[in-house]
Each structure stands twice: as structure tokens, then as C-alpha cells.
């Protein structure tokens, strides 16, 4: 009852506001609302001379995102069950019936594309409206029988949301270490649920999706994982919140900072027994931290870190080779950021020996050798290599030595170690072999 009296009320509201007055108006409200119930499935027909009044002051709304609503004059008459709207992409049609609406006080419904039937049906396979699309609209009553009017509204236009701008102020930043930052405007478009990145290593494109950030004001974005000294164009699109995509802005270009010169003019400076030392020209970078000396034993060997000096250092010691011992050098500059250069050209070094000399005499083997004691050596510890191992034959404080215990047509190999007075010792020398006639 409360139901009744509710939808009473409002079919005198109606009523009132579109001019119905009089003392009859109460008696015609109830014929209203006790008309039969119109079709639920879209099986209407159309009479040759419908009596059906046309409707009158159908409005659409333009500016919408995907979807257009509409809202016209509502008709009151008893055999009123309802009303058709009907779609076309031109003015002229031609005209499919997307809506069957069997409420004659409902005078709102929004398209969105999807047909809509009070008791289900499909009578249209669009579903969706675009961005920036133009439709054409016109409505037509039924009666509560199913009879469709012939007499139709006037049409009406209405074309959705527009595709979301670019947004502007698009700036990428150069010279970042492995890395492009980007930073754009919000955009003011309505509707703008994100924005899309894109990326070329040309200005002309082809350009390719790189990533894409969610919500109105996430406009910044870090490209990272990049190489040193690459060039890159980026350009941004403003997605809407039903995903429709806007024309992207103009490409602006980046470069990633590049890595430091390779030093220049590494040579050997000077030597000593077990150590070679190496300068070479400053880099000119302003943002310099340092230098890397590395040192390849053979030719397919790993280049092993010798030391990592300063920035204002240019020579560096390494104090770990052997005697006669061949090694390549190359050096590497760092930068404040962490970027290394390339390698260096190599330099080519054979470390300092001992001239170790071995002599057969009728007294035995004489053994001869460069003491070195302008580098603080002061003895030599003699060893004889043999199928065991070695052994020391003698500790001298000269530069020679005769190995007197030798047999004819054996052959004997020795090597020579140099000593400082603090007991310290020098790589051993490159072995020699001699055979007793």
C-alpha cells in the first residue's frame, strides 16, 4: 500500500510539473498507474496510423566519457507503456532500437554502448562508444500493448569525450649515469587515469612502449638499466579511465652520462728486483675518483687488480712479480658516479732478473749472478733443483759461487735468492740447467 501511495505521489509530481491540473487530475494518475504491463522483450509492432503521440524535448549530453545520456519530456497518457530509443552513426540513419524502457516516468537513460531491454535481449552488437564519437539519437513510444508509434522525436546529436590531450612540459634529463629521469605536467584533461612512456633510439620513431604509471599526478618516471653514452627520445600519452589512449607529445631527446677516457700514456717508469713501476697521464675528467692498475700474467690470463689510487695519483707500484717474469699492464679511470673507462692500451714489461749464469769448469760449476746491492741486497741463498725438491747449497755475501760436488754427464739446475739484511727476500730467480762433460 505505502508502495501504491508512493507512486501516486509521483505521478501527480509529474503531472504538476508538465501543466496537468484539475480536479480530475487524482482519477487520471490512477488510470496511470493501473495500466497493463508493457512487453518485457523487445516484440513490439508498428500500426500503420499509430495514435501514439510523438515525444517531445529530447536532450543529449555531449562531453561524456564513453557514454551519452539522454532525458526527454516525459508522456503520461494511459496507454503509455514506455519508450524506445533508437541509435544511428548519421543523421539519416539508419536507426536500431537499443533501449526499451517500460517506465513512462523514467525520462533518463545513458548510453554506453551495450543495448538495454527491460526483460534482457540483445539487438545490437556494439559494445562500447568510443572517445570523441558522434551518435545520432531519436525515441518513439509504446503503448502498453505493444504498439510502437509511428510518430518519432526530433534527432539529436551528442559526441562523447574527446581522446585525452598530450601532457605537456615533457623534460628528460641528461647526462645520469645509466639512467634517463622524465617529468612531465599533470594533465587537465577530465578523465585522465595515468599516462603511458614511450621510447626510440630516434627521433623519427619507430618508438615502443616502455612503461606506464598510474594516477593523475604520477609524473615522474626513472628509466634505468641503461648503457653509458646512449641516446634515447621519449614521448608521454595521457590514458583516460576507460583505458582509450590520447596522442602522445613530441619526442624530447636524453643521453646517458658517458663513462670516463680511457688513461692515456701508461708507460714503465722504473724497475727493480720484484717490482715494476708505472706512470701515466691525468685524466680530464672533472668528476675523477680514481684510477684501477691491472696486470695480465700471460696473454689469456685474467687482468688482476695490481691498486686502486686516487685521482691525483699518476704512477703505481706493482711489487708482486717474478724475476724475468713478463706481464702486461693496462689502467682504468672511475668516476665520481661509479662509470669505469675502457682499458688502456697495454704496456709490455719483463721484469727484472738475476743474469743468473752457469758455467761447467774443471773445478766444478761456476755460478754467477747481479747481486743487486744498490736495491739493499746484501747475501744470496744458493739451491740445487732436484727429483725431491730443492736444497740449499750454500749462503754467500758475493755475487758467485762453485759447486764442486758434481759428477761428469750429469746434469744439474739451480736457482738464486737474494736476502736484505732484515732477512727479507727476493722472488726467486729463473732456474738454470748445466751438464758436466
Same mark, same amino acid.
Request: glycine share 10%; charged share 20%; net charge negative.
Given at each position: ?41 523487445? *516484440? ?6 499509430? @495514435? ?36 544511428? &552513426? ?16 523514467? @525520462? ?18 556494439? &559494445? ?34 574527446? +581522446? ?6 615533457? /623534460?628528460?634529463?641528461?647526462? #645520469?649515469? /645509466? ?21 626510440? +633510439? ?15 599526478? #604520477? @609524473? ?13 627520445? !621519449? ?20 643521453? @646517458?652520462? +658517458? *663513462? ?89 714489461? &719483463?721484469?727484472?732478473? !738475476? ?27 744458493? !739451491? ?5 725438491? #730443492? ?7 758475493? *755475487? ?6 758434481? #759428477? ?5 739446475? !739451480? ?23
Amino acid at each position: 500500500m505505502q508502495a501504491t501511495r508512493h507512486s501516486l505521489g509521483l505521478a501527480l509530481a509529474v503531472m504538476v510539473i508538465t501543466g496537468c491540473t484539475g480536479t480530475l487530475d487524482v482519477e487520471v494518475a490512477r488510470r496511470w498507474l493501473d495500466r497493463p504491463k508493457a512487453p518485457t522483450l523487445p *516484440d513490439f509492432f508498428e500500426a500503420a496510423e499509430s @495514435t501514439l503521440p510523438a515525444l517531445e524535448g529530447l536532450r543529449a549530453t555531449d562531453g561524456e566519457l564513453r557514454s551519452i545520456p539522454l532525458r526527454w519530456d516525459p508522456i503520461l497518457a494511459g496507454e503509455v507503456g514506455g519508450y524506445v530509443v533508437e541509435r544511428a &552513426e548519421s543523421p539519416d540513419g539508419p536507426f536500431a532500437k537499443i533501449a526499451a524502457i517500460s517506465e513512462p516516468s523514467r @525520462t533518463i537513460w545513458t548510453d554506453r554502448g551495450l543495448s538495454e531491454w527491460s526483460g534482457g535481449g540483445m539487438v545490437s552488437e556494439r &559494445e562500447q562508444i568510443g572517445d570523441g564519437e558522434s551518435l545520432y539519437y531519436r525515441v518513439r513510444v509504446f503503448s502498453t500493448t505493444g504498439e510502437l508509434a509511428s510518430a518519432v522525436s526530433d534527432t539529436v546529436k551528442a559526441t562523447t569525450a574527446v +581522446p585525452p590531450a598530450p601532457p605537456e612540459g615533457l /623534460r628528460a634529463y641528461s647526462h #645520469q649515469p /645509466r639512467e634517463v629521469p622524465l617529468s612531465w605536467h599533470a594533465s587537465e584533461a577530465p578523465y585522465v587515469a595515468g599516462y603511458a612512456i614511450e621510447r626510440s +633510439p630516434s627521433s623519427g620513431g619507430p618508438f615502443e612502449p616502455l612503461a606506464q604509471v598510474t594516477g593523475l599526478h #604520477q @609524473t615522474v618516471y626513472l628509466d634505468s638499466g641503461l648503457g653509458d653514452l646512449r641516446v634515447f627520445y !621519449y614521448r608521454v600519452l595521457s590514458i583516460n579511465t576507460a583505458g582509450g589512449r590520447g596522442m602522445p607529445s613530441a619526442p624530447v631527446r636524453a643521453m @646517458t652520462k +658517458p *663513462d670516463p677516457l680511457p688513461p692515456f700514456g701508461l708507460h714503465l717508469l722504473s724497475q727493480k728486483l720484484g717490482s715494476n713501476e708505472l706512470s701515466w697521464l691525468p685524466n680530464v675528467e672533472t668528476d675523477l675518483a680514481g684510477y684501477r692498475l691491472l696486470r695480465i700474467r700471460n696473454e689469456a690470463g685474467e687482468a688482476e687488480v695490481v691498486a686502486s689510487l686516487a685521482a691525483e695519483v699518476t704512477r703505481g707500484e706493482d711489487a708482486e712479480v717474478a724475476a724475468d717474469e713478463v706481464v702486461a699492464y693496462r689502467l682504468v679511470a672511475l668516476d665520481q658516479d661509479g662509470l669505469e673507462s675502457n682499458r688502456s692500451a697495454p704496456v709490455r714489461v &719483463e721484469s727484472v732478473g !738475476y743474469q743468473l749464469r752457469a758455467q761447467a769448469t774443471s773445478d766444478g760449476v761456476r755460478l754467477s749472478w747481479n747481486s743487486r746491492a744498490d736495491e739493499g741486497f746484501t747475501s744470496s741463498r744458493v !739451491y740445487l733443483h732436484g727429483a725431491l725438491g #730443492q736444497s740449499e747449497l750454500a749462503f754467500v755475501n758475493g *755475487d758467485e759461487f762453485v759447486h764442486q760436488d758434481v #759428477q761428469p754427464g750429469n746434469r744439474y739446475r !739451480y736457482s738464486v735468492v737474494l736476502e736484505r739484511p732484515d732477512a727479507s727476500r727476493g722472488p726467486a730467480s729463473t732456474p738454470v740447467e748445466v751438464t758436466i762433460p
